[in-house]
């Protein structure tokens, strides 16, 4: 694992404190789908709309290609300054006061623990109608559901578009 101070010098690399900071937490597989939210910073950078993505879990070697995989969608949309992966963080509560909101991008989540603690957060919180996500979590205000049938990438983007443009505080 990656010692706290690690993960906050780690942090401190983004220069400007101004831009939304998301986490996604939760092991890099394809199941976890990390590669939409990706996309979606992406998406955001085109609309010239710089956010700040924070990956925390733990990179497997049996997970190596997707991980490589990832990294090269990062490097075509040209968002290496924007995401962040940080393995395996022992104090989540910490971290997660460092993040306006948390994303789960998981098409099939089972129990959702991560989402449960992302709630307990109090932080904004963008999730996937599906599997357990959808059991937990309500939309509303502070809890955004997003489908994942139509274009939940370009859905996830435009709600954090919505965000910027509207310059909502997120406390």
Do not use: W
């Not at 990706?38 to 990956?55: E, F, P």
């Not at 996500?133 to 509303?140: A, Q, R």
């Amino acid at each position: 694992g990656v010692s706290y101070k690690g993960e906050l010098d780690c942090i401190s690399d983004f220069t400007n404190k101004s831009k939304f900071r998301i986490l996604m937490a939760g092991s890099v597989t394809p199941a976890k789908n990390q590669m939409d939210i990706i996309c979606a910073v992406g998406q955001l950078k085109k609309r010239n709309i710089q956010v700040d993505l924070i990956v925390a879990g733990q990179i497997s070697s049996s997970y190596q290609k997707y991980y490589n995989k990832l990294q090269n969608q990062i490097k075509k949309d040209d968002i290496e300054g924007s995401v962040k992966f940080l393995g395996v963080v022992k104090d989540m509560k910490s971290l997660r006061k460092t993040v306006d909101f948390e994303v789960m991008c998981s098409k099939f989540e089972a129990f959702g623990r991560v989402t449960v603690e992302a709630l307990r957060s109090g932080k904004l919180f963008i999730g996937a109608n599906t599997g357990a996500t959808s059991e937990i979590v309500e939309d509303g205000i502070t809890l955004i559901i997003v489908s994942h049938e139509d274009e939940f990438i370009k859905k996830v983007s435009d709600r954090i578009y919505y965000l910027n443009d509207n310059k909502l505080e997120i406390v």
